[in-house]
């Protein structure tokens, strides 16, 4: 049982400075003081983000939002960007990422997540979460932001690409944008569409706004468009040319939208964000590489060869370990931006909030590490 209320959490967190000292002078270990901190609450950490589960809504058949409230360990971030979220299932930590669809000036925050079938983490978030648990956040990520000195926006989603389109497009509503945009999202049947409700009042409420759906695998009714993205879907749009374009979805979805981008002149500006990373290279040939390690504030140049554990070493940390041989577990950290190489398989990992062992893992290119 907490000792403490859930409301002071934000507060505390000033409090903590003089052990989060302790600790980075290596005189107490971080795991150790958040074992006390959370016999005080189970929110209670020294520098990791818990944040509890203030509601639950489902936003389409297969899609629920989340409202989370944080502790005072989280530093905030921009609409459009997305999160680590971390939880543990049958002894497995297990993180995946999720784009923030609206952030509340009461520094709760809300996340939109769709049901991935056969997936070990949507379908418990979506059937078991219940509100008043808690979960981990990590680092935000994210590049989309809205351009606001562009005459119009064209906003292009697909799937859940909605979801960090729809945080930039209720914020910049808040704000006040009075510039033309138009959304326009892509979903196979109509039980999939999301947001509807809401989206249907802004529209609604702000004449300068525009949103259709397009159906890729089921009949179109109404003003709905049917099949997969096509110049001809964009012809309602007035001054399409003068628009900054924004599209998140999967690559396939997104590299249509480049191409029509290119083949209409390019004009304006075009972000995009897809889901599935890039092919990674299997160059493994000697070169330098930018190595941070974030909690130790330690940035260095090192190498694509040697471990992570021998490199961090070289700089002077003492990064927990045990067996140097990946098997033990103990030096197990988080990867929070970049590629890592396996040295046993050549595999390569770049998930953000992704556990690596040190020992075993050697930088493919820039990275940094939650150390
Ligand atoms: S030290 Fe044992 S797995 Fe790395």
């Known amino acids: 049982m907490a000792l403490m209320p859930f409301a002071w959490m934000r507060g505390l967190s000033l409090w903590l400075r003089p052990l989060r000292g302790l600790v980075a002078r290596g005189w107490l ?28 809504q489902w936003v389409a058949d297969d899609m629920l939002a989340l409202c989370l409230r944080p502790n005072g360990n989280w530093r905030g971030a921009q609409p459009g960007q997305h999160l ?17 669809t ?15 079938p056969g997936g070990r983490v949507s379908p418990y978030l979506l059937e078991q979460l219940a509100v008043g648990e808690l979960l981990e956040l990590g680092p935000v990520h994210g590049q989309l932001c809205w351009p606001a000195a562009a005459q119009g926006v064209l906003l292009l ?4 690409g909605i979801t960090p389109l729809l945080g930039l497009l209720r914020a910049a509503l808040a704000q006040g944008c009075s ?32 949103v259709r759906w397009a159906l890729t695998g089921a009949d179109a009714v109404d003003t709905e468009l049917q099949g997969r993205f096509r110049a001809e879907h964009l012809q309602a749009v007035a001054d399409l040319s003068q628009r900054a374009v924004l599209s998140c979805g999967p690559a396939g979805f997104v590299g249509q939208v480049q191409q029509w981008w290119q083949g209409a002149g390019g004009h304006g500006e075009l972000q995009v964000e897809a889901f599935t990373p890039p092919a990674l290279s299997a160059d493994i040939s000697l070169r330098s590489v930018r190595l941070g390690f974030a909690r130790s504030r330690q940035v260095a140049q090192a ?32 990867l929070l931006s970049g590629v890592v190489r396996d040295l046993r398989s050549g595999a390569l990992f770049s998930e953000p909030g992704q556990p690596i062992r040190l020992c075993v893992s050697a930088p493919h290119g820039d990275v940094e590490i939650d150390l």
């Open 29 to 56: 270990r971080e795991s150790d003081v958040d074992t006390w901190l959370a016999l005080l609450h189970p929110a209670l950490r020294l520098n990791r983000v818990m944040a509890r589960v203030v509601a639950r």
């Open 303 to 334: 190498d694509n060869q040697r471990s992570l554990l021998e490199q961090a070493e070289a700089l002077g940390l003492k990064p927990a370990h045990g067996c140097r041989q990946g098997i033990c577990a103990s030096c197990t950290c988080t």
């Open 157 to 160: 989603a697909a799937g859940s």
């Open 102 to 116: 609206a952030l509340h000036a009461d520094g709760s925050l809300e996340i939109a997540i769709k049901r991935q």
């Open 84 to 100: 680590q979220l971390y939880l543990q299932r049958n002894g497995v930590r297990l993180s995946r990422s999720y784009s923030l």
């Open 179 to 210: 510039a033309p945009i138009s959304l326009l999202h892509y979903v196979r049947e109509q039980g999939q569409r999301a947001f509807v409700a809401e989206l249907q009042a802004l529209q609604g409420q702000y004449s300068n706004l525009q």
